[in-house]
């Protein structure tokens, strides 16, 4: 791997590489883009960096907009989606100051390093391991118009029950709802597209553990990463996302992380596995413990199931997302945590049993969000869970070592659930920020941006006339 500018140089002339593109991640979470020739990737630009107007990448104004981009050398990989060849690198950004500039503190890799920087002051753990699960559906074709008068959403996808009575659907492969878990060809129409994603992926320095067809009979799939630094792997998050939707856009389809693209399928999640690490021993290992947890583990349980509602808003920031946090689809409902219990919001997989992989996983999160500021939020949840000591059993949740859908309705009514709604997730944030904005990691303008940013998407939404209220509504 390319680490010094001297390498880069000597991959950009043996490689042919005519353009230099920076990936840079605006406050939602997408990656923007600029590119320069590749003779003007100089010591001049690591040292000064590249001029850009931070103002239109939705960040809260500040008493200078004007930014610069500072490459990571180390993340440089040829970017085989563009047709002239073009090597890819993202990067932090500094606001332009004098004597010197200095870290941009809405940014958010630069939150990321900021909340892993408290971490270590806090004396806790010097390492945040983690690994994401990718959620997604391919489909065949998406249609949608939002005009005032004309309002209507089309997904076409060849794999799924829907589809079989169309004229080339002949093979009657199709899958069921809710059936498509581990399918094998032919019904897994996806097999070597996932496959094709994956060995892409490992190019971007992605260490990807497996993939398969998840639940969703219309097109649901996941790829699942190996643990690995929490920086690193929300830079991963960046690259899986990128490089899935431009495979998919190769083979002539499209891939989507929306939470919930069909009403009747599984929602796609991104569950969140964590343990922490100091002097390279695990803080989350107790052979005595519940599911060989230690008492800082269940002080970090303690942390993120006191803060769960608020911390939606970060992990699940999107309308949609709360169309799939609803019972029925093996997604979380429930403050709570339990033994491989998917219907709580925190599992304990029972199959991790040696001390360096004793861990537990975050079931809510979803990739609508910006997996910086949802690693980071993650992190300062827990770590305030240890800072105060909240036992979970104490508190009442948990553990659940039960399946929670099928509680009565007196018993669910005793239980605490996620927000059901992004306004819910909102409100929730509003008065319950404070563990994020210690130690400086989660500047106030950048909450109060997120919190403006997310209130004008759900009125905006909420205004529309919804298809089912003409079913229901029309003819009265």
């Given at each position: 791997?390319?680490?010094?500018?001297?390498?880069?140089?000597?991959?950009?002339?043996?490689?042919?590489?005519?353009?230099?593109?920076?990936?840079?991640?605006?406050?939602?979470?997408?990656?923007?883009?600029?590119?320069?020739?590749?003779?003007?990737?100089?010591?001049?630009?690591?040292?000064?960096?590249?001029?850009?107007?931070?103002?239109?990448?939705?960040?809260?104004?500040?008493?200078?907009?004007?930014?610069?981009?500072?490459?990571?050398?180390?993340?440089?990989?040829?970017?085989?989606?563009?047709?002239?060849?073009?090597?890819?690198?993202?990067?932090?950004?500094?606001?332009?100051?004098?004597?010197?500039?200095?870290?941009?503190?809405?940014?958010?890799?630069?939150?990321?390093?900021?909340?892993?920087?408290?971490?270590?002051?806090?004396?806790?753990?010097?390492?945040?391991?983690?690994?994401?699960?990718?959620?997604?559906?391919?489909?065949?074709?998406?249609?949608?118009?939002?005009?005032?008068?004309?309002?209507?959403?089309?997904?076409?996808?060849?794999?799924?029950?829907?589809?079989?009575?169309?004229?080339?659907?002949?093979?009657?492969?199709?899958?069921?709802?809710?059936?498509?878990?581990?399918?094998?060809?032919?019904?897994?129409?996806?097999n070597d597209v996932r496959s094709r994603m994956c060995m892409v992926m490992?190019?971007?320095?992605?260490?990807?553990?497996?993939?398969?067809?998840?639940?969703?009979?219309?097109?649901?799939?996941?790829?699942?990463?190996?643990?690995?630094?929490?920086?690193?792997?929300?830079?991963?998050?960046?690259?899986?996302?990128?490089?899935?939707?431009?495979?998919?856009?190769?083979?002539?389809?499209?891939?989507?992380?929306?939470?919930?693209?069909?009403?009747?399928?599984?929602?796609?999640?991104?569950?969140?596995?964590?343990?922490?690490?100091?002097?390279?021993?695990?803080?989350?290992?107790?052979?005595?413990?519940?599911?060989?947890?230690?008492?800082?583990?269940?002080?970090?349980?303690?942390?993120?199931?006191?803060?769960?509602?608020?911390?939606?808003?970060?992990?699940?920031?999107?309308?949609?997302?709360?169309?799939?946090?609803?019972?029925?689809?093996?997604?979380?409902?429930?403050?709570?945590?339990?033994?491989?219990?998917?219907?709580?919001?925190?599992?304990?997989?029972?199959?991790?049993?040696?001390?360096?992989?004793?861990?537990?996983?975050?079931?809510?999160?979803?990739?609508?969000?910006?997996?910086?500021?949802?690693?980071?939020?993650?992190?300062?949840?827990?770590?305030?869970?240890?800072?105060?000591?909240?036992?979970?059993?104490?508190?009442?949740?948990?553990?659940?070592?039960?399946?929670?859908?099928?509680?009565?309705?007196?018993?669910?009514?005793?239980?605490?659930?996620?927000?059901?709604?992004?306004?819910?997730?909102?409100?929730?944030?509003?008065?319950?920020?404070?563990?994020?904005?210690?130690?400086?990691?989660?500047?106030?303008?950048l909450l109060e941006q997120l919190i403006a940013r997310y209130k004008k998407?759900?009125?905006?939404?909420?205004?529309?006339?919804?298809?089912?209220?003409?079913?229901?509504?029309?003819?009265?």
């Open positions: 791997m390319a680490t010094t500018l001297k390498d880069i140089q000597k991959l950009i002339r043996d490689q042919g590489i005519c353009m230099v593109d920076f990936k840079l991640t605006d406050i939602d979470g997408r990656w923007r883009h600029l590119s320069i020739p590749a003779e003007r990737l100089t010591e001049s630009t690591m040292e000064h960096g590249i001029g850009f107007d931070g103002s239109n990448y939705g960040y809260a104004p500040v008493e200078n907009s004007d930014m610069v981009f500072i490459p990571v050398l180390e993340s440089a990989v040829i970017d085989r989606y563009s047709e002239v060849p073009t090597l890819s690198m993202i990067g932090d950004v500094r606001v332009i100051d004098l004597p010197n500039n200095r870290p941009f503190d809405q940014y958010p890799r630069n939150v990321a390093i900021r909340a892993l920087e408290y971490m270590k002051e806090q004396k806790v753990a010097d390492q945040m391991v983690i690994g994401p699960e990718y959620e997604f559906y391919l489909f065949d074709e998406v249609r949608y118009n939002t005009d005032y008068h004309n309002m209507f959403t089309t997904i076409s996808t060849s794999q799924a029950a829907f589809a079989s009575g169309l004229p080339d659907n002949n093979n009657g492969y199709q899958v069921l709802p809710g059936a498509g878990y581990h399918n094998s060809l032919p019904t897994d129409i996806r490992k190019e971007w320095g992605v260490d990807v553990k497996y993939h398969h067809p998840e639940v969703g009979g219309s097109g649901q799939m996941e790829i699942e990463v190996e643990l690995g630094d929490m920086l690193k792997l929300a830079d991963d998050t960046m690259s899986a996302k990128y490089v899935i939707k431009n495979e998919a856009a190769a083979e002539g389809i499209t891939a989507t992380f929306m939470p919930k693209p069909l009403a009747s399928e599984a929602g796609s999640g991104m569950h969140v596995h964590m343990l922490l690490f100091k002097n390279g021993k695990p803080v989350f290992y107790d052979e005595k413990g519940y599911a060989q947890l230690s008492k800082e583990a269940h002080w970090f349980m303690g942390g993120l199931l006191s803060h769960a509602r608020s911390l939606c808003a970060i992990t699940n920031p999107s309308t949609n997302s709360y169309k799939r946090l609803v019972p029925g689809f093996e997604a979380p409902v429930t403050i709570g945590y339990a033994m491989s219990n998917r219907s709580a919001v925190i599992r304990i997989p029972a199959y991790a049993k040696t001390p360096e992989t004793k861990r537990f996983e975050l079931r809510n999160p979803d990739a609508t969000c910006n997996p910086y500021y949802a690693y980071a939020a993650i992190l300062m949840a827990g770590l305030d869970g240890i800072r105060n000591k909240i036992d979970p059993h104490e508190k009442g949740w948990g553990p659940y070592d039960f399946n929670l859908y099928t509680l009565s309705e007196e018993e669910k009514a005793r239980l605490t659930g996620l927000p059901a709604s992004l306004d819910e997730a909102i409100a929730e944030l509003e008065a319950d920020h404070d563990y994020l904005t210690a130690g400086g990691v989660f500047p106030e303008r998407a759900s009125t905006q939404i909420s205004k529309l006339p919804h298809p089912m209220e003409f079913a229901l509504y029309y003819d009265l």
